[in-house]
């Protein structure tokens, strides 16, 4: 009697496992792009998230955060957050959210989401993503689907250089033949050269004019 109810058992534990793997479904998402750790991510970038079922749009906090309801009378996270990675070191996950960037959420398919932050981000910064508050459906259940919330998934990135730009040069005035020319700049040259050329170049004058107090 005992082994006969053992079996039983046992089958009964089999048929609850065969049943939850086949009508279950993990609520899974990750970034598309950017991916994780990549380098000279635009400062302007769209966030590319992809979930393996279907997402469920009621979820997404579209207008995070909006007027009528500002980011501290939400108790809700945004559905993607970005926030520069020294920060979030320093602080509690559930505070991430009064200092996220702002931005646009746009669902493009049943499985994609982007979104694009209002404002460019800082160069040179590291920055933490990160999937917060964002529910799927799982359309495999029979009747009525089931919506499961997203684990958090996170990524860190790095934003390009800033942009060259020239802080100080005596170019201007016509230079002589044993003159030198200098132009400083704000941040190290990786070549003298770009893919317009030469980033200083010197053309001889043949003839030099003066009217007044102008040279030309």
């Not at 932050?117 to 917060?132: E, F, G, H, M, V």
């Not at 919330?149 to 860190?156: A, S």
Request: net charge negative.
């Amino acid at each position: 009697m005992k082994k006969l109810l053992s079996l039983l058992l046992l089958s009964a534990g089999i048929v609850i496992l065969s049943t939850g793997a086949c009508f279950g479904q993990t609520a899974e998402a990750w970034f598309q792009s950017p991916l994780n750790e990549e380098q000279g991510v635009p400062l302007a970038p769209t966030l590319v998230v992809k979930t393996q079922l279907k997402i469920a749009t009621s979820c997404i906090t579209f207008e995070y955060p909006d007027v009528a309801e500002s980011v501290y009378d939400n108790p809700h996270d945004p559905s993607v957050v970005i926030i520069p990675k020294m920060l979030a070191d320093s602080l509690a996950d559930s505070l991430w959210r009064f200092f996220a960037e702002p931005g646009t959420f746009s669902v493009t398919d049943d499985n994609t989401l982007e979104f694009t932050p209002l404002s460019p981000l800082a160069p040179n910064t590291s920055y933490l993503a990160c999937i917060k508050n964002l529910c799927v459906i799982d359309t495999t259940t029979p009747g009525d689907h089931d919506t499961l919330m997203v684990g958090d998934t996170y990524i860190c990135f790095n934003t390009v250089e800033p942009l060259h730009e020239l802080m100080a040069t005596n170019i201007g005035p016509p230079v002589g033949c044993d003159g030198k020319v200098f132009a400083a700049f704000n941040r190290d040259l990786s070549s003298p050269t770009t893919g317009l050329g030469d980033i200083i170049s010197i053309e001889k004058v043949d003839d030099i004019q003066m009217l007044n107090n102008e040279i030309t």
